[in-house]
């Protein structure tokens, strides 16, 4: 792999992005498909991150995308403006995908990508983000929303 792999531009990423916004939508509009989803999700970043484990911040925001979606999944946390929550979505329908804008196979250049979307989305819901994390201090430790 060559060492010079950089991040795709940040047109290409809002592209990629958007690209998956309807079928974010889709996802969120069902509540079976959307379990599948984080399901899905759940399994790739377990295989992949004993392997990944430089890229901390990547897998704890990326947990944190995760979370958030189980919890509006429950319907346990639902205070989420709908452009956010299908910008999570969308995000992890893009780390699920295997043909991205680096496919997922070239190691550690296949989670270039995956980082700058995450990075993207970050930026767009960062408040958001910051809000349900607060929320999820206040609940009872025992009530975990999803086990990572």
Known sequence: MPENVTPPPDDRVR???DRN???????LHDPDKSQQLLEEALKKANRNQASHQFQTDFWSELKA????LQAYIRREY???????IVMVTAAIIYFVSPIDLILDWI?????IDDAAV?????RQVK???AKFQEWEQTRDPSQQIIDL
């Open 65 to 68: 995308f995760f979370r958030l």
């Open 21 to 27: 916004k309807t079928r974010a939508e889709e996802y």
């Open 118 to 122: 995450l990075v993207f989305v970050l």
């Open 127 to 129: 408040i958001d983000l």
């Open 15 to 17: 592209e990629a992005v």
């Open 78 to 84: 639902t205070v989420i403006p709908w452009a956010s």
């Open 107 to 111: 190691p550690l250049a296949g989670f």
